[in-house]
């Protein structure tokens, strides 16, 4: 079996020992407390499981929709109407989220989850018995967990409240985001000590020092930005921890694709850190808990489950749907011939694996719904063409560009966590990296364009030329600017959720792309929840909401 962390909910396993007792009033010989239980790395994993369980909710749809159509790099229009989600998709686009807006309410919903089962997981480590550095170990590990959580929560929603007690409902105001970031920092920097530097298959999926190191790194970078202070020597310095750990190493040219597959995991070589999904999770409310890309990404012309429908089918045997696509202007970074990032993308005229177009039987009216000639349901034969414009052509809805086969072909779409094709479910397999070692050589390589010093021999270009080198077969550059790092970025990591964050630190967030103008820096960060201001009094509102 691919996965190798299977997580049981201590309630669970405390409900089913409780409902063995028939007999209420026989003395208990047996119980689970902090004495007896957890005692060993099986106990502690059962234990720490809830953890991860929450950390897998949002990551792989909501929170990856808020990172992504928050930029150039995405957009979901509405097609008759279907797909406007109360103007959420819209919003995001337009930059003109409201604290209503269903991302934003459901984003900090989840992200608050997890700090609160690590939260309560950490009073239940504590109090436990087991072995002093068993003990330890799994208490930073959930610590870890909940700094990334709070990075996250920091990066989207600037001031956020400080709470780490179980049990302790106490309304907590915000602090300042430099306050927020000097607490993740503190927290990483406890933890590190007792974190394994195992890159063991059992490790995968969990916390290990590297991925500490990581996101030491991610926050440094962004330290000017958070806090007006820049920390770009600290970023370079948590980057060679795990670049001098000697266990991480670049995929070559012909398995960059491998990592995203429907089969990977642990022996992908580049991951530091990601997050384990498999098809046979289940939505666990609110959150999705779930990688379903496919589901929107996908066209729905090359669903399997479409050929009744008229579709001449493509390969993938579940449904999709396909709403979301890139920009033009996003997909234009992608033009050099040699680079293998290129084939993420799914443009122009299809064809199936053999060679034969991809075709669609509609009718006249189908294809194209403003046509308006009498023999509008006579059937009409096209090949699927994928077309770079996003055109909003259908005013009877907002956002909408039609509900039709033209509409729906608009827009390239990103195939990087392409499914596995037997599935027939669209939960997918796909892992969803969080720090990958190509982004920490970036991350050096931007840090030491901002002014910090080079280390190791490396300097800006040669840690830039080190990833183009297992990525195209062009030329190395000769030269590199801050401008050619963002760029790199973006062709390296499209589609995992890192884009808004790289907007920002590069000045371009506030740009013009698609149907977006608003230059408004309050919208760096979202407005704090309608959800969150209803429980807790104490929150104060975003400047600019």
Avoid at 217 to 240: F, Q, S, W
Avoid at 352 to 369: A, E, I, M, N
């Amino acid at each position: 079996m691919k996965k190798l962390l299977s997580y049981i909910i201590l309630p669970v396993l405390l409900g089913a020992l409780i409902a063995s007792c028939h007999k209420l009033n026989q003395p208990i010989t047996s119980e689970l407390s902090p004495s007896s239980f957890p005692q060993d790395s099986t106990q502690y994993n059962q234990v720490v499981g809830p953890v991860y369980v929450a950390l897998r909710g949002n990551y792989g749809v909501e929170f990856f929709f808020q990172q992504s159509y928050s930029t150039d790099e995405g957009i979901m229009p509405a097609r008759g109407g279907n797909w406007y989600d109360g103007a959420q998709n819209q919003q995001m686009h337009y930059h003109s989220w409201t604290k209503d807006n269903g991302y934003v309410n459901g984003n900090w919903t989840w992200l608050s989850t997890i700090i609160g089962e690590c939260n309560q997981i950490t009073s239940i480590l504590k109090a436990a018995t087991g072995t002093a550095a068993t003990k330890a170990t799994w208490l930073a590990e959930v610590r870890t967990v909940r700094a990334l959580a709070y990075f996250f929560m920091m990066d989207n929603y600037g001031n956020v409240p400080i709470d780490t007690v179980y049990g302790d409902f106490t309304p907590h105001t915000n602090v300042a985001r430099a306050q927020v970031f000097s607490f993740i920092e503190s927290e990483i920097k406890a933890a590190l000590p007792d974190l394994n530097s195992s890159v063991a298959s059992t490790q995968y999926g969990r916390p290990n020092k590297y991925m500490a190191y990581a996101l030491l790194a991610k926050l440094y970078l962004n330290a000017e930005y958070y806090t007006g202070t820049a920390r770009y020597n600290d970023c370079i310095a948590a980057c060679d921890n795990v670049i001098n750990s000697g266990l991480y190493s670049l995929q070559s040219m012909g398995s960059y694709f491998s990592q995203f597959a429907y089969n990977n995991g642990p022996q992908c070589k580049e991951f530091v850190f990601a997050i384990p999904y498999d098809p046979t999770f289940t939505n666990t409310f609110p959150f999705r808990s779930v990688n379903i890309h496919s589901r929107y990404d996908i066209p729905r012309s090359m669903s399997q489950v479409a050929a009744g429908a008229g579709y001449n089918v493509w390969s993938v045997p579940f449904h999709t749907d396909g709403p979301a696509s890139t920009l033009k202007t996003f997909y234009a970074y992608f033009n050099d011939p040699g680079d293998v990032r290129n084939n993420q993308w799914l443009t122009g005229l299809q064809t199936r694996h053999d060679g034969t177009p991809v075709t669609v039987t509609t009718t006249k009216s189908g294809y194209d719904f403003t046509y308006s000639g009498s023999d509008g349901s006579a059937p009409y034969t096209y090949q699927v063409n994928l077309t770079p414009d996003i055109v909003l052509r259908n005013t009877a809805f907002p956002f909408d560009v039609g509900n039709d086969e033209i509409g729906w072909n608009m827009g390239y779409r990103n195939l990087k966590f392409y499914p596995d094709s037997t599935s027939t479910t669209r939960n997918q397999n796909n892992d969803i990296p969080v720090f990958r070692y190509s982004d920490i050589l970036l991350m050096k390589a931007e840090a030491i364009l901002r002014g910090g010093a080079a280390t190791g021999g490396q300097d800006a270009l040669s840690l830039a030329n080190m990833v183009r080198a297992q990525r195209t077969t062009s030329a190395a550059w000769s030269s590199i600017t801050l401008d050619s790092v963002y760029n790199e970025r973006i062709r390296e990591f499209a589609w995992e959720g890192w884009h808004r964050n790289d907007m920002i630190r590069f000045g371009k967030f506030e740009g013009a792309w698609g149907f977006k103008t608003d230059a408004d820096v309050n919208h760096r960060i979202f407005p704090i929840p309608t959800s969150a201001l209803a429980v807790n009094p104490a929150l104060k509102q975003n400047p600019g909401y």
